[in-house]
């Protein structure tokens, strides 16, 4: 706790504007001409030494979306985007694929340390501690901020710079518990075998617009593999970073769970304050097998665009987890606070029989952004569950919308949902919006949902400030709060820089 | 300490006046008791007091250590030592009543240029305080008066006034929705607070409150006025004779 606190001050002097993640960083970059084609899809394919079959197969998804048309109906608004005039793939020079961290340049590794991203496995071992409830004092109040204990109290982190991965930490120990977590890239070359069963088969090439642009040029991700009845012995996380210039991000993530094992991984991402818009377009697929649990979670800071609403990232990502197996489990987490426009459903598809799925978000708009975000839940197995608690909050002229469909197939016996969305408004011009689908062709479905949309009110904001919390403080106290629900699904390191960064993010939203 | 001199009073929205030039001065170590009947203006001073942004100063001042006090916002009158004990406490959902006091105290602190209290000594002084109230640890873990007894929510104002050791305390119909043994609570943890270089504004509809918490001055308030002021006597005369005779002397 103690190390995220100083980070986020740390960030916070770092800046002066209200993003703290904002800096460039000049490195020398090795960048494809901008530009999609055929042409393109090989240099990539080539860069990253893929065997044959993978080319093609990006090959396949490319001609597929020659064929497709952008997807209109998400509540957001943009000028269209010019496929034509971005760089699909940009990599810092001097990026062999460093063995050790010695190899690493070190111009990255600062990067990653201004960030707050420790990449020096001895300094996570430092610096990061499981939090000791050494008094009765201590522990009344960590009980209070979080009943979510660190498991191991160490982060294996993989950090990808623009298109390629840098470095991936602790993967000798993970190693040792046959944990296998690394660059995408680096999966294909040495791990053909699960990529090739794997890759593509809960987001097909032929999924939705994105996904299979995605799949044509997608440069780097993280790749997960967890054996049967392993405990995956650390949070893993992957910390994305967007740096050059009109360059687009397609990183893919494939995480699999075998029979009876359990991962949680952790996702954060920033870039570069700019006037431009740029595009991130990411993949994410989870398989859960056989009584298998997979934890994701997601704290998304991508810059949001300046106060009038120039720049920012469009963040349109399709994250789908598949429950395969018998009594399995997948759990979404997501905060998210960046982005000029967010499209979003991370989902899961609860195919195996007493199987799980959960999603849990806060969403916070401010500023003119705009996000259009939810789940799926498709419940195809017998006595499926799932839940989804959302917390919209949104300020300033931004437009907050929660989207979400469950299902029931008719096989579904006994499918159940319990769906909650609240939207908490600050301020007169911004917007907040609920567009709930539910379909059961299954009489013995039970879906529930609540829904309520409020205002912080002016008696509730006095009574805080009465006691001396100024203004901005008041409402971030008030909103975290609200959102405190999900919160306590975060694993304990983000539950803090998450709290933190939702009161950066309303930051102006007041007054 | 305290001076409100002239002061004329307005609800923001409507423009309907509420005070009408309104006159009060509350030294140092004194307990003065506001008076009056529904309507008169009771509830309207204890905002105007806390800063209250609904209500608009159209004349007159309020002085609080002979400066004005209202350009200032209601968390700074606060970290300067106001404090209002609400008639209706508000409800802060997933904010835990220890958290909400550590932000407290230590938003307060920082105002004043002081170091954040460190976790073993802020609980140590939480403690103290809420058991002198009959407080348990286990609604200290709950959030902020969320599903609170109305008399959890009186005591849980004590307890915040206690640890924050405000200058000024303005106590609004804190009497009211408690029985006899919480208010006996409650006037206990006033009544320990008092002190030479405090002083306390108890408003109140009733007697009852003041054979508990026994003030130095009584006033009474009639249609945004102080129409009457006395010492602890005047109370029982209104208790025995209602605000009627007053009212009609004023009109």
């Known amino acids: 706790m103690p190390a995220v606190q100083e980070t986020i001050e740390q960030v916070r002097r770092i800046d002066v504007d209200q993003y703290k993640y904002g ?44 064929t497709l048309e952008e997807p209109t109906w998400a509540r957001v608004e943009y000028p269209k985007i010019d496929f034509q005039d971005i760089h699909y793939y940009a990599a810092p020079k001097n990026h062999a694929g460093p063995k050790s961290l010695d190899e690493v340049d070190p111009e990255l590794l600062r990067v990653y340390e201004k960030l707050g991203i420790p990449l020096k496995e001895q300094e996570i071992l430092a610096g990061v501690k499981k939090p000791g409830h050494e008094t009765e004092a201590d522990g009344v109040l960590s009980d209070l901020a979080n009943d979510n204990v660190y498991k191991s109290g160490r982060v294996a982190v993989d950090a990808v710079f623009d298109s390629v991965s840098v470095v991936t930490t602790f993967k000798d120990e993970l190693a040792k518990a046959g944990v296998i977590f690394c660059s995408i890239s680096e999966a294909i070359r040495e791990h053909p075998e699960l990529v090739r069963k794997y890759l593509g088969s809960v987001v097909p090439i032929t999924d939705n617009f994105y996904a299979t642009l995605n799949s044509a040029v997608f440069t780097d991700g993280s790749f997960v593999f967890v054996p049967k009845g392993v405990r995956c012995p650390m949070e893993l996380s992957t910390y994305f970073r967007i740096n050059e210039k009109d360059t687009g991000q397609f990183e893919r993530t494939l995480i699999i769970a075998e029979e009876g094992s359990y991962v949680s991984y952790l996702e954060g991402c920033t870039a570069p304050q700019r006037d431009e818009n740029q595009l991130h377009a990411a993949v994410v697929e989870l398989i859960a097998l056989d009584d298998a649990e997979i934890k994701y979670s997601t704290v998304q800071n991508w810059y949001p665009g300046d106060a009038q609403g120039k720049g920012g990232i469009y963040n349109f990502v399709t994250k789908r987890g598949d429950c395969r197996g018998d009594r399995s489990k997948i759990s979404w987490t997501q905060v998210e606070t960046g982005s000029a426009i967010t499209w979003k459903y991370p989902s899961c598809i609860l195919r195996g029989d007493d199987s799980r799925g959960e999603f849990y978000s806060i969403a916070v708009s401010n500023g003119y952004q705009q996000v259009d975000s939810g789940t799926k839940m498709i419940h195809l197995g017998k006595n499926t569950s799932s839940r989804i608690i959302s917390k919209g909050i949104a300020a300033g002229f931004s437009q907050n919308t929660y989207r979400g469909q469950v299902s029931a197939h008719r096989k579904a016996t006994n499918a159940r949902n319990f769906t909650n969305c609240d939207s908490l408004l600050i301020g007169n011009n911004c917007g907040a919006h609920t567009v709930p689908y539910m379909e059961a062709k299954n009489a013995t479905a039970q879906f529930e949902h609540e829904a309520t949309t409020s205002k912080i009110s002016e008696d509730q904001k006095f009574y805080v400030m009465q006691r001396g919390i100024p203004e901005e403080e008041a409402v971030a106290l008030i909103v975290n709060g609200f959102v405190k629900d999900v919160i306590q699904e975060l694993p304990m390191e983000f539950a803090v820089e998450a709290q933190k960064l939702i009161g950066i993010s309303l930051e102006g939203s007041v007054g | 300490m305290l001076e409100i001199k002239n002061l004329h009073a307005r609800i923001a929205d409507t423009g309907v006046e509420i005070i009408r030039g309104l006159n009060l001065t509350v030294k140092a170590g004194e307990v003065a008791a506001i008076m009056g009947p529904n309507g008169s203006g009771k509830s309207t001073l204890s905002y105007i007091l806390a800063g209250r942004e609904d209500y608009e100063v159209t004349e007159g001042d309020v002085l609080y250590n002979g400066e004005s006090v209202l350009e200032m916002d209601p968390a700074e009158r606060a970290a300067a030592g106001i404090f209002l004990a609400f008639q209706y406490p508000l409800e802060i959902p997933g904010v835990a009543t220890m958290e909400f006091l550590k932000v407290a105290l230590n938003a307060q602190r920082k105002a004043r240029g002081e170091e954040p209290l460190k976790v073993p000594e802020l609980l140590k002084r939480v403690k103290e305080a809420a058991g002198s109230l009959d407080i348990e640890m286990g609604m200290l873990k709950r959030p902020l008066n969320v599903g609170f007894s109305g008399g959890e929510k009186k005591r849980a104002e004590i307890l915040q006034m206690k640890l924050l050791q405000p200058k000024l305390c303005v106590l609004d119909e804190t009497d009211s929705g408690l029985d006899i043994d919480a208010l006996k609570i409650v006037a206990e943890g006033v009544n320990a607070l008092r002190s030479p270089d405090r002083a306390m504004v108890v408003i109140t509809h009733y007697q009852r409150l003041l054979e508990y918490i026994v003030p130095d001055t009584v006033h009474v308030l009639y249609r945004g006025q102080v129409v009457r002021s006395g010492d602890k006597t005047l109370a029982s005369e209104l208790e025995a004779n209602g605000y009627a005779a007053i009212v009609e002397e004023a009109a």
């Open chain 1, 23 to 66: 800096f460039e960083t000049v490195i020398e970059v090795d960048k494809a001409p901008k530009g999609l084609s055929e042409d393109t899809i090989r240099l990539i394919s080539a860069k990253k030494d893929e065997p044959e079959w993978m080319l093609e197969w990006r090959l396949q998804a490319y001609r597929r979306w020659l």
